[in-house]
Protein backbone atom coordinates (compact mmCIF):
# COMPACT_ATOMS: atom_id res chain seq x y z
CA UNK A 1 0.00 0.00 0.00
CA UNK A 2 1.63 3.16 -1.10
CA UNK A 3 -0.43 6.31 -0.90
CA UNK A 4 -1.56 9.26 1.44
CA UNK A 5 -4.30 9.40 3.93
CA UNK A 6 -6.06 13.06 4.41
CA UNK A 7 -7.15 13.22 7.81
CA UNK A 8 -8.28 16.24 10.64
CA UNK A 9 -5.97 17.51 12.98
CA UNK A 10 -5.69 17.10 16.36
CA UNK A 11 -1.76 18.25 17.55
CA UNK A 12 1.27 19.48 15.69
CA UNK A 13 3.64 17.70 14.76
CA UNK A 14 5.76 15.54 12.16
CA UNK A 15 6.88 12.03 12.58
CA UNK A 16 7.82 8.96 11.14
CA UNK A 17 7.17 4.87 12.67
CA UNK A 18 5.94 2.10 12.40
CA UNK A 19 1.80 1.21 12.63
CA UNK A 20 1.34 -0.34 16.22
CA UNK A 21 -2.60 -1.40 16.45
CA UNK A 22 -4.20 -1.69 19.58
CA UNK A 23 -7.63 -1.27 19.26
CA UNK A 24 -9.92 -4.68 18.92
CA UNK A 25 -11.51 -4.02 15.48
CA UNK A 26 -8.04 -4.85 14.41
CA UNK A 27 -7.82 -8.64 15.87
CA UNK A 28 -8.51 -11.55 13.83
CA UNK A 29 -10.87 -14.70 15.49
CA UNK A 30 -9.36 -17.50 16.77
CA UNK A 31 -10.43 -20.65 16.83
CA UNK A 32 -12.33 -21.18 20.46
CA UNK A 33 -13.85 -18.67 22.31
CA UNK A 34 -12.40 -18.93 26.55
CA UNK A 35 -13.66 -18.55 29.43
CA UNK A 36 -13.58 -15.54 31.53
CA UNK A 37 -11.10 -16.79 34.09
CA UNK A 38 -9.00 -18.50 30.73
CA UNK A 39 -9.67 -14.70 29.24
CA UNK A 40 -8.14 -13.06 32.45
CA UNK A 41 -5.30 -15.47 32.51
CA UNK A 42 -4.56 -14.38 28.45
CA UNK A 43 -5.20 -10.71 29.01
CA UNK A 44 -2.35 -10.60 31.98
CA UNK A 45 0.03 -12.45 29.87
CA UNK A 46 -0.88 -9.99 27.02
CA UNK A 47 0.07 -7.01 29.53
CA UNK A 48 3.02 -8.70 30.51
CA UNK A 49 4.35 -9.41 26.71
CA UNK A 50 4.01 -5.74 26.27
CA UNK A 51 5.95 -4.45 29.05
CA UNK A 52 8.69 -7.40 28.48
CA UNK A 53 9.13 -5.62 25.08
CA UNK A 54 9.46 -2.20 25.77
CA UNK A 55 12.00 -0.37 27.91
CA UNK A 56 12.14 -0.56 31.83
CA UNK A 57 11.28 3.40 32.02
CA UNK A 58 8.81 2.80 29.32
CA UNK A 59 7.03 0.07 30.78
CA UNK A 60 5.98 0.97 33.96
CA UNK A 61 3.50 3.54 32.69
CA UNK A 62 1.53 0.68 31.04
CA UNK A 63 2.03 -1.32 34.80
CA UNK A 64 -1.45 0.42 35.86
CA UNK A 65 -3.18 -1.25 33.72
CA UNK A 66 -1.87 -4.88 35.42
CA UNK A 67 -2.58 -3.36 38.59
CA UNK A 68 -6.42 -2.66 37.70
CA UNK A 69 -7.17 -5.34 36.20
CA UNK A 70 -5.47 -7.21 39.47
CA UNK A 71 -7.87 -4.92 41.67
CA UNK A 72 -11.24 -6.02 39.47
CA UNK A 73 -10.18 -9.63 39.04
CA UNK A 74 -12.31 -11.18 42.15
CA UNK A 75 -15.15 -9.52 41.46
CA UNK A 76 -14.90 -10.66 37.74
CA UNK A 77 -14.95 -14.18 38.72
CA UNK A 78 -17.07 -13.98 41.57
CA UNK A 79 -20.24 -12.57 39.24
CA UNK A 80 -18.58 -14.77 36.60
CA UNK A 81 -19.33 -18.18 39.31
CA UNK A 82 -22.59 -16.57 40.04
CA UNK A 83 -23.89 -17.50 36.33
CA UNK A 84 -23.30 -13.69 34.69
CA UNK A 85 -22.52 -13.60 31.08
CA UNK A 86 -19.12 -12.98 30.84
CA UNK A 87 -19.37 -10.04 28.33
CA UNK A 88 -21.77 -8.43 31.02
CA UNK A 89 -20.01 -9.05 33.56
CA UNK A 90 -16.90 -7.13 31.88
CA UNK A 91 -18.64 -4.43 31.38
CA UNK A 92 -20.10 -4.12 34.69
CA UNK A 93 -17.05 -4.27 36.06
CA UNK A 94 -15.51 -1.35 33.73
CA UNK A 95 -18.79 0.91 33.83
CA UNK A 96 -16.65 3.97 35.09
CA UNK A 97 -14.98 4.05 31.52
CA UNK A 98 -13.09 6.77 33.69
CA UNK A 99 -9.16 5.96 32.15
CA UNK A 100 -8.27 4.97 28.65
CA UNK A 101 -6.65 2.23 30.47
CA UNK A 102 -9.75 0.68 31.74
CA UNK A 103 -11.38 1.36 28.42
CA UNK A 104 -8.41 -0.47 26.91
CA UNK A 105 -8.87 -3.33 29.34
CA UNK A 106 -12.32 -3.94 28.93
CA UNK A 107 -11.25 -3.97 24.56
CA UNK A 108 -8.62 -6.77 25.73
CA UNK A 109 -11.10 -8.73 27.90
CA UNK A 110 -14.17 -8.82 25.20
CA UNK A 111 -11.71 -9.34 22.78
CA UNK A 112 -10.16 -12.85 24.83
CA UNK A 113 -13.30 -13.94 25.70
CA UNK A 114 -14.99 -13.54 22.00
CA UNK A 115 -12.14 -15.81 20.92
CA UNK A 116 -10.13 -12.63 18.87
CA UNK A 117 -6.07 -12.90 18.58
CA UNK A 118 -4.48 -9.35 20.16
CA UNK A 119 -1.28 -7.68 18.72
CA UNK A 120 1.99 -8.15 19.19
CA UNK A 121 4.89 -5.69 20.29
CA UNK A 122 8.26 -6.71 18.92
CA UNK A 123 11.49 -4.87 20.10
CA UNK A 124 13.97 -3.53 17.68
CA UNK A 125 17.25 -1.84 17.53
CA UNK A 126 18.50 1.29 16.08
CA UNK A 127 17.86 4.74 16.36
CA UNK A 128 14.70 5.12 14.51
CA UNK A 129 13.30 1.13 14.49
CA UNK A 130 11.69 1.10 17.69
CA UNK A 131 9.42 4.11 16.54
CA UNK A 132 5.82 3.31 16.55
CA UNK A 133 2.79 5.62 15.61
CA UNK A 134 -0.34 4.30 17.33
CA UNK A 135 -3.22 3.18 15.73
CA UNK A 136 -6.86 3.65 17.98
CA UNK A 137 -10.33 3.83 18.29
CA UNK A 138 -9.67 6.79 20.75
CA UNK A 139 -7.13 9.14 22.28
CA UNK A 140 -7.82 10.96 26.10
CA UNK A 141 -5.75 12.83 27.87
CA UNK A 142 -5.08 9.85 29.91
CA UNK A 143 -3.86 7.92 26.73
CA UNK A 144 -1.64 10.40 26.16
CA UNK A 145 -0.04 10.65 29.52
CA UNK A 146 0.74 7.01 29.64
CA UNK A 147 2.52 6.46 26.37
CA UNK A 148 6.13 5.12 26.02
CA UNK A 149 8.10 7.19 24.36
CA UNK A 150 8.32 4.84 21.69
CA UNK A 151 5.21 5.94 20.57
CA UNK A 152 5.53 9.40 17.88
CA UNK A 153 2.27 9.79 16.87
CA UNK A 154 -1.14 8.71 17.00
CA UNK A 155 -3.74 8.01 14.57
CA UNK A 156 -7.23 7.57 15.93
CA UNK A 157 -11.03 6.83 14.67
CA UNK A 158 -13.24 10.02 14.42
CA UNK A 159 -16.98 8.78 13.33
CA UNK A 160 -18.77 12.04 12.64
CA UNK A 161 -21.79 10.28 11.48
CA UNK A 162 -23.48 10.65 14.38
CA UNK A 163 -22.84 14.51 14.38
CA UNK A 164 -19.78 16.58 15.61
CA UNK A 165 -17.68 14.67 18.60
CA UNK A 166 -17.16 17.22 21.14
CA UNK A 167 -14.21 15.12 23.30
CA UNK A 168 -11.57 15.91 20.51
CA UNK A 169 -9.97 18.95 19.40
CA UNK A 170 -6.83 21.11 18.91
CA UNK A 171 -7.88 22.82 22.48
CA UNK A 172 -8.83 19.68 24.37
CA UNK A 173 -6.48 18.79 27.29
CA UNK A 174 -5.29 15.72 25.12
CA UNK A 175 -4.31 17.96 21.90
CA UNK A 176 -2.40 20.25 25.16
CA UNK A 177 -0.58 17.35 25.98
CA UNK A 178 0.03 15.85 23.12
CA UNK A 179 1.42 19.34 21.94
CA UNK A 180 3.75 19.27 25.29
CA UNK A 181 5.54 15.95 23.96
CA UNK A 182 5.49 16.88 20.69
CA UNK A 183 2.85 14.52 19.83
CA UNK A 184 1.20 14.44 16.74
CA UNK A 185 -2.48 13.50 16.56
CA UNK A 186 -4.39 12.67 13.38
CA UNK A 187 -8.17 11.97 12.99
CA UNK A 188 -8.80 9.64 10.32
CA UNK A 189 -12.66 8.48 9.41
CA UNK A 190 -12.52 4.61 10.67
CA UNK A 191 -12.67 3.22 7.39
CA UNK A 192 -9.35 4.92 6.57
CA UNK A 193 -8.17 3.92 9.90
CA UNK A 194 -9.08 0.40 9.55
CA UNK A 195 -7.23 0.00 6.16
CA UNK A 196 -3.73 0.73 7.42
CA UNK A 197 -1.65 -2.51 7.78
CA UNK A 198 -0.54 -3.35 11.24
CA UNK A 199 3.44 -2.31 10.75
CA UNK A 200 3.07 -0.58 7.87
CA UNK A 201 6.09 2.35 7.46
CA UNK A 202 4.14 5.41 8.26
CA UNK A 203 5.01 9.29 7.94
CA UNK A 204 2.86 11.58 9.79
CA UNK A 205 2.15 15.23 8.92
CA UNK A 206 -0.14 17.57 10.99
CA UNK A 207 -0.41 21.02 10.41
CA UNK A 208 -2.92 23.28 12.19
CA UNK A 209 -5.75 22.60 9.22
CA UNK A 210 -5.43 19.08 8.51
CA UNK A 211 -3.34 16.19 8.80
CA UNK A 212 -1.26 13.55 6.32
CA UNK A 213 -0.53 10.08 6.76
CA UNK A 214 1.96 8.72 4.52
CA UNK A 215 1.71 4.86 4.04
CA UNK A 216 4.16 2.46 3.30
CA UNK A 217 6.75 5.09 1.44
CA UNK A 218 9.24 4.64 -0.59
CA UNK A 219 12.89 4.07 0.96
CA UNK A 220 13.74 7.49 0.40
CA UNK A 221 10.88 9.42 1.44
CA UNK A 222 10.84 7.35 4.52
CA UNK A 223 14.70 7.89 5.65
CA UNK A 224 14.03 11.74 4.92
CA UNK A 225 11.57 11.76 7.32
CA UNK A 226 13.80 10.18 9.99
CA UNK A 227 16.55 12.75 9.07
CA UNK A 228 14.19 15.51 9.44
CA UNK A 229 13.41 14.46 12.85
CA UNK A 230 16.76 14.56 14.14
CA UNK A 231 17.52 17.60 12.08
CA UNK A 232 14.28 19.18 13.87
CA UNK A 233 15.61 18.17 17.23
CA UNK A 234 18.94 19.38 17.29
CA UNK A 235 17.24 23.06 16.28
CA UNK A 236 14.87 22.46 19.32
CA UNK A 237 18.79 21.83 21.64
CA UNK A 238 20.49 25.09 20.33
CA UNK A 239 17.29 27.49 20.57
CA UNK A 240 16.70 26.24 23.43
CA UNK A 241 20.36 27.74 24.82
CA UNK A 242 18.89 31.11 24.54
CA UNK A 243 19.47 33.60 27.51
CA UNK A 244 16.53 36.15 28.69
CA UNK A 245 18.33 38.08 31.66
CA UNK A 246 16.90 40.99 29.77
CA UNK A 247 13.46 40.65 30.01
CA UNK A 248 13.77 39.42 34.17
CA UNK A 249 10.59 36.28 33.17
CA UNK A 250 11.52 32.80 34.10
CA UNK A 251 10.58 30.35 31.36
CA UNK A 252 8.96 27.14 33.48
CA UNK A 253 7.59 23.76 32.07
CA UNK A 254 4.34 22.45 32.81
CA UNK A 255 4.58 18.43 33.36
CA UNK A 256 1.62 16.03 33.39
CA UNK A 257 3.72 12.67 34.46
CA UNK A 258 6.95 11.39 36.36
CA UNK A 259 8.11 10.30 33.31
CA UNK A 260 8.11 13.62 31.53
CA UNK A 261 11.25 15.60 30.31
CA UNK A 262 12.29 18.75 31.87
CA UNK A 263 14.20 20.25 29.24
CA UNK A 264 17.40 21.92 29.71
CA UNK A 265 16.46 25.72 29.49
CA UNK A 266 13.45 25.10 31.44
CA UNK A 267 13.92 26.86 34.59
CA UNK A 268 11.89 24.42 36.79
CA UNK A 269 8.44 23.40 36.67
CA UNK A 270 5.56 25.64 36.76
CA UNK A 271 3.01 23.65 36.66
CA UNK A 272 2.28 19.61 37.72
CA UNK A 273 -0.80 18.02 36.87
CA UNK A 274 -1.07 15.63 39.84
CA UNK A 275 -4.86 14.37 38.52
CA UNK A 276 -3.43 13.18 35.63
CA UNK A 277 -0.31 11.69 37.15
CA UNK A 278 -2.50 9.32 38.97
CA UNK A 279 -5.16 9.47 36.37
CA UNK A 280 -4.75 5.61 35.66
CA UNK A 281 -5.12 4.50 39.37
CA UNK A 282 -8.06 3.33 40.57
CA UNK A 283 -8.09 4.81 43.65
CA UNK A 284 -6.74 7.34 45.91
CA UNK A 285 -3.21 6.80 45.66
CA UNK A 286 -1.35 6.79 48.85
CA UNK A 287 1.26 8.95 50.30
CA UNK A 288 4.03 7.13 49.62
CA UNK A 289 3.00 6.89 45.45
CA UNK A 290 2.60 11.00 45.82
CA UNK A 291 5.84 11.61 47.52
CA UNK A 292 7.71 9.43 45.05
CA UNK A 293 6.02 10.72 41.83
CA UNK A 294 7.10 14.43 43.40
CA UNK A 295 10.62 13.64 44.02
CA UNK A 296 11.01 11.93 40.41
CA UNK A 297 10.05 15.43 38.59
CA UNK A 298 12.00 17.75 41.32
CA UNK A 299 15.00 15.40 40.56
CA UNK A 300 14.62 16.45 37.06
CA UNK A 301 14.45 19.69 37.36
CA UNK A 302 18.16 20.87 38.79
CA UNK A 303 17.09 22.53 41.63
CA UNK A 304 13.84 24.76 40.33
CA UNK A 305 10.89 25.07 41.97
CA UNK A 306 8.17 22.78 41.47
CA UNK A 307 4.55 24.24 41.29
CA UNK A 308 2.55 21.17 42.34
CA UNK A 309 -1.12 21.82 41.47
CA UNK A 310 -3.75 19.81 43.88
CA UNK A 311 -5.99 17.30 41.67
CA UNK A 312 -8.18 19.53 39.40
CA UNK A 313 -11.50 17.98 38.87
CA UNK A 314 -14.78 18.80 38.01
CA UNK A 315 -15.73 19.83 34.53
CA UNK A 316 -14.30 17.91 31.76
CA UNK A 317 -11.32 16.69 34.49
CA UNK A 318 -13.52 13.20 35.73
CA UNK A 319 -11.53 12.28 38.58
CA UNK A 320 -13.14 8.99 40.13
CA UNK A 321 -12.25 9.06 43.33
CA UNK A 322 -13.33 12.90 43.66
CA UNK A 323 -16.67 12.50 43.24
CA UNK A 324 -19.02 11.51 40.12
CA UNK A 325 -20.14 13.78 36.98
CA UNK A 326 -23.24 15.19 38.71
CA UNK A 327 -21.23 17.07 41.64
CA UNK A 328 -21.17 20.42 40.24
CA UNK A 329 -18.02 21.85 42.37
CA UNK A 330 -14.95 22.05 40.48
CA UNK A 331 -11.27 22.94 41.97
CA UNK A 332 -9.99 23.36 45.12
CA UNK A 333 -14.26 23.11 46.17
CA UNK A 334 -14.42 19.62 44.94
CA UNK A 335 -11.41 19.01 47.15
CA UNK A 336 -12.71 20.53 50.23
CA UNK A 337 -15.38 18.71 49.94
CA UNK A 338 -12.98 15.40 50.25
CA UNK A 339 -10.69 16.62 53.18
CA UNK A 340 -9.14 12.82 53.70
CA UNK A 341 -7.68 13.13 50.11
CA UNK A 342 -6.76 16.49 50.34
CA UNK A 343 -5.38 15.94 53.71
CA UNK A 344 -3.35 13.47 52.41
CA UNK A 345 -1.98 15.18 49.55
CA UNK A 346 -1.05 17.77 51.16
CA UNK A 347 1.39 15.82 53.73
CA UNK A 348 2.67 14.17 50.93
CA UNK A 349 3.63 17.77 49.38
CA UNK A 350 5.39 18.37 52.63
CA UNK A 351 7.44 15.46 53.32
CA UNK A 352 8.85 16.48 48.99
CA UNK A 353 9.35 20.13 50.27
CA UNK A 354 12.12 18.57 52.82
CA UNK A 355 14.55 17.87 49.86
CA UNK A 356 13.29 19.86 46.98
CA UNK A 357 11.88 23.22 46.06
CA UNK A 358 8.52 22.45 46.19
CA UNK A 359 5.48 24.26 46.05
CA UNK A 360 1.41 24.02 46.23
CA UNK A 361 -0.76 25.48 43.51
CA UNK A 362 -4.59 25.39 44.48
CA UNK A 363 -6.94 25.25 41.27
CA UNK A 364 -10.14 27.05 40.19
CA UNK A 365 -9.85 29.23 43.49
CA UNK A 366 -12.41 31.23 43.68
CA UNK A 367 -12.00 33.09 46.76
CA UNK A 368 -9.75 34.23 49.47
CA UNK A 369 -11.47 31.89 51.81
CA UNK A 370 -10.86 29.01 50.12
CA UNK A 371 -7.13 29.52 50.07
CA UNK A 372 -7.51 30.12 53.89
CA UNK A 373 -9.27 26.82 54.69
CA UNK A 374 -6.65 24.60 52.73
CA UNK A 375 -3.92 26.66 54.93
CA UNK A 376 -5.54 25.54 58.25
CA UNK A 377 -5.03 22.09 56.69
CA UNK A 378 -1.87 22.37 55.43
CA UNK A 379 2.03 22.31 57.12
CA UNK A 380 2.67 26.16 57.94
CA UNK A 381 6.02 25.40 55.77
CA UNK A 382 4.23 24.85 52.54
CA UNK A 383 3.82 27.89 50.35
CA UNK A 384 0.44 27.88 48.79
CA UNK A 385 -0.81 29.61 45.50
CA UNK A 386 -3.76 30.51 43.86
CA UNK A 387 -4.72 29.53 40.26
CA UNK A 388 -6.85 32.17 39.29
CA UNK A 389 -9.50 30.37 36.05
CA UNK A 390 -12.42 32.43 35.94
CA UNK A 391 -13.66 36.59 36.06
CA UNK A 392 -15.11 36.52 39.43
CA UNK A 393 -11.85 35.38 40.73
CA UNK A 394 -10.29 38.42 39.01
CA UNK A 395 -12.37 40.42 40.69
CA UNK A 396 -11.88 39.10 44.13
CA UNK A 397 -7.63 39.02 43.13
CA UNK A 398 -6.59 41.86 45.67
CA UNK A 399 -7.99 39.86 48.46
CA UNK A 400 -7.05 36.03 47.21
CA UNK A 401 -3.29 37.63 46.55
CA UNK A 402 -3.15 38.57 49.71
CA UNK A 403 -4.13 35.35 51.61
CA UNK A 404 -1.69 33.10 49.03
CA UNK A 405 2.13 33.17 48.70
CA UNK A 406 2.17 33.19 44.94
CA UNK A 407 -0.68 33.73 41.73
CA UNK A 408 -0.96 31.69 38.81
CA UNK A 409 -3.59 32.16 35.64
CA UNK A 410 -5.00 29.72 33.84
CA UNK A 411 -5.55 31.17 30.67
CA UNK A 412 -7.34 28.47 28.91
CA UNK A 413 -10.74 28.74 31.58
CA UNK A 414 -10.03 32.04 31.86
CA UNK A 415 -10.98 33.02 28.24
CA UNK A 416 -12.92 30.23 27.66
CA UNK A 417 -15.28 31.82 30.94
CA UNK A 418 -14.86 35.37 29.88
CA UNK A 419 -16.02 34.98 26.13
CA UNK A 420 -18.83 32.46 26.94
CA UNK A 421 -17.47 29.42 25.25
CA UNK A 422 -19.05 25.99 26.42
CA UNK A 423 -15.94 24.19 26.47
CA UNK A 424 -11.86 25.09 26.45
CA UNK A 425 -11.75 24.12 22.85
CA UNK A 426 -10.85 26.51 19.49
CA UNK A 427 -9.57 29.10 22.06
CA UNK A 428 -8.27 32.38 20.61
CA UNK A 429 -5.10 32.52 21.85
CA UNK A 430 -4.74 36.78 23.02
CA UNK A 431 -8.34 38.16 23.06
CA UNK A 432 -7.84 41.43 24.37
CA UNK A 433 -11.28 40.71 26.99
CA UNK A 434 -8.83 38.40 28.23
CA UNK A 435 -5.59 40.28 28.31
CA UNK A 436 -7.42 43.23 30.20
CA UNK A 437 -8.24 40.56 32.72
CA UNK A 438 -4.81 39.36 32.72
CA UNK A 439 -3.60 42.66 33.47
CA UNK A 440 -5.85 42.89 36.31
CA UNK A 441 -4.68 40.06 37.96
CA UNK A 442 -0.93 40.85 37.48
CA UNK A 443 -1.35 44.12 39.03
CA UNK A 444 -3.75 43.19 41.81
CA UNK A 445 -0.95 40.44 42.75
CA UNK A 446 2.04 42.88 42.81
CA UNK A 447 -0.19 45.21 44.69
CA UNK A 448 -0.27 42.57 47.59
CA UNK A 449 3.50 41.82 46.90
CA UNK A 450 2.73 38.12 44.65
CA UNK A 451 4.57 36.96 41.85
CA UNK A 452 2.33 35.98 38.96
CA UNK A 453 2.93 32.93 36.42
CA UNK A 454 1.15 32.39 33.21
CA UNK A 455 -0.02 29.47 31.97
CA UNK A 456 -2.12 27.67 29.24
CA UNK A 457 -2.03 27.95 25.59
CA UNK A 458 -1.84 31.94 25.78
CA UNK A 459 2.13 31.71 27.08
CA UNK A 460 3.12 28.75 24.84
CA UNK A 461 2.63 30.93 22.16
CA UNK A 462 4.87 33.58 20.49
CA UNK A 463 3.04 36.20 20.30
CA UNK A 464 0.99 35.19 24.05
CA UNK A 465 4.77 34.95 25.53
CA UNK A 466 5.54 38.20 24.29
CA UNK A 467 2.51 39.85 25.48
CA UNK A 468 3.37 38.08 28.83
CA UNK A 469 5.94 40.01 29.24
CA UNK A 470 4.62 43.22 28.21
CA UNK A 471 2.04 42.66 31.14
CA UNK A 472 4.33 42.43 33.43
CA UNK A 473 4.05 38.40 34.48
CA UNK A 474 7.09 37.26 36.59
CA UNK A 475 7.43 33.65 34.79
CA UNK A 476 5.46 31.87 32.35
CA UNK A 477 4.86 27.81 32.26
CA UNK A 478 4.54 25.60 28.79
CA UNK A 479 4.65 22.70 27.47
CA UNK A 480 8.27 20.89 27.17
CA UNK A 481 8.28 20.92 23.22
CA UNK A 482 7.76 24.85 23.39
CA UNK A 483 10.24 25.89 25.88
CA UNK A 484 13.14 26.27 23.05
CA UNK A 485 10.73 28.05 20.82
CA UNK A 486 9.22 30.37 22.89
CA UNK A 487 12.89 31.07 24.55
CA UNK A 488 13.76 31.79 21.04
CA UNK A 489 11.00 34.26 20.58
CA UNK A 490 11.81 36.51 23.91
CA UNK A 491 15.40 36.16 23.13
CA UNK A 492 14.82 38.77 19.67
CA UNK A 493 12.55 40.82 21.34
CA UNK A 494 13.12 43.94 24.09
CA UNK A 495 11.02 44.10 27.56
CA UNK A 496 9.74 47.87 25.74
CA UNK A 497 8.74 46.24 22.55
CA UNK A 498 6.75 43.78 24.93
CA UNK A 499 4.94 46.26 26.52
CA UNK A 500 3.85 48.38 23.33
CA UNK A 501 2.91 45.19 21.72
CA UNK A 502 0.35 44.74 24.72
CA UNK A 503 -0.73 48.29 24.66
CA UNK A 504 -1.67 47.79 21.49
CA UNK A 505 -3.51 44.59 22.14
CA UNK A 506 -5.73 46.42 24.57
CA UNK A 507 -6.42 49.64 23.51
CA UNK A 508 -5.99 49.80 19.45
CA UNK A 509 -8.29 46.61 18.89
CA UNK A 510 -11.00 47.52 21.56
CA UNK A 511 -10.44 50.57 23.37
CA UNK A 512 -10.64 49.77 27.57
CA UNK A 513 -13.61 50.73 29.10
CA UNK A 514 -13.55 54.51 31.07
CA UNK A 515 -10.70 54.41 34.04
CA UNK A 516 -9.10 50.95 32.77
CA UNK A 517 -5.11 51.10 33.13
CA UNK A 518 -3.16 49.76 30.15
CA UNK A 519 0.02 47.83 30.42
CA UNK A 520 3.02 49.79 30.96
Avoid at 141 to 169: C, E, K
Avoid at 229 to 238: H, I, M, S, T
Avoid at 242 to 262: F, K, M, Q, W, Y
Wanted: aromatic residues 2%.
Amino acid sequence: MDGVLRGVSGADGFAAGRALRLDRAARAPSSAQLSLREAILGVRRDLERLLAALPPHEADLFAPELHILGEIEPNLLARDAAGEAPEQVIFAETSCGCTDLVIDLRERLLGAVQGTVGHEVHAHDGRHDADRVLLTDFVTPSLVAFLPRQVVAVVAALDTSAGPRRDVGRGSHAAILARGRELPIAYLSPRLLASIPGGARLVVEVTEHDARIHVDPGDDVFEAAQRRVDDEERERLRAAREPLDHLGIAVRVNVASAHDEIPPAAEGVGLVRTEMMFSGSPGVPDEVEQVAAILRIASKARGGPVVVRLFDAGGDKPVPWLGDEADPSRGIARLLAHPEVLATQLRALARAMERADVRVLLPFVESAGQVRAVRRLAPPELPLGAMVETPDAVAAIEAIASAADFVSIGTNDLTASALGLERVEHLPVAHPRVLDLVRRVIAGAHAAGRQVTICGELAGDERGARLAVGLGADAISVAPARVALIRRALARTTSEACRAEARAELETQHPPEAGAVTAT
